[in-house]
């Protein structure tokens, strides 16, 4: 039992229809079962997010293309100055965040009463949330000891806000300069690719969901580009491909296109490959 009066229930406004993503999470909880716990938690997680997502803004850079493509030779674009966060709107989001988390068993109770307390400063929830983004970055420095074990909800919370300011700057850049295994915009790690129909593979960040090109066969964690230290598998249906490293024993995921019947959807494909990570953790990768 929680000791803070829950958020109000995240039900959509009446009469909108389904994102597409959540019609996918409910086909892959009925031909899944298995699956059903995580999917409907993401469920919960999007239909919170979408109460805020409609009504936030740009981010605050210059969007011009020129512009854009330029900051990329010192990338990543996007400081945290730039990020149209409502400060209103991010405390609602960490505590209906921390309660689905919560209801779902993906949360502790304690770390739910430390999510509210966040909630509650508005003071110092800006230098908080901002020690989160810039220690995501590479070279970043530690996070604030306040939110250790908090980063992943503190990520979902803060989705609307990273995920406009990265289709924002995504729509108008061209970031094929870009070779680093971090986000060229918000500089945090991918946490999905995309296989495209050429064969060639986009990451996708898991904070922010820029995609950039990246080497199929090299690792984005360590840059190891030693094939024969770099196992792959795919999935049984071969939706999906896993690619391990063998030095710093990290993975990275990826949907594949060329055997598809849909865009990769990072949040349903998050779930949908969740017996890929039980295979790979397996295997002795994290
Ligand atoms: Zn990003
Ligand atoms: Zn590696």
Partial sequence: MTESPPPSPPTPPQGRPESREVI???????DQPDLAAA?????ELLQVQRRVQTRVPLPSIRLETEYLNSLLANGPILKFEHLPIDWSDLRFLLRATAAAMRNHDALEADDQRRA???ARQADRLPGLVRSWYEAGQPGGAAIDPELEGLESLVQQAMRPFLTRAGDAVMAR????AWHKGTCPLCGGEPDLAVITVAADRLLICGRCAARWPFEPLTCPFCLNGNRSKITSFASRDGQYRLYACDVCERYVKAYDTRHASRPVMPVVDGVATLPLDAAAIQKGYR
């Fill in 116 to 118: 509210d307390e966040l």
């Fill in 173 to 176: 850049s061209d970031l094929a």
């Fill in 39 to 43: 999917a409907d938690l993401q469920i």
């Fill in 24 to 30: 996918e999470l409910r086909r892959l909880k009925q």
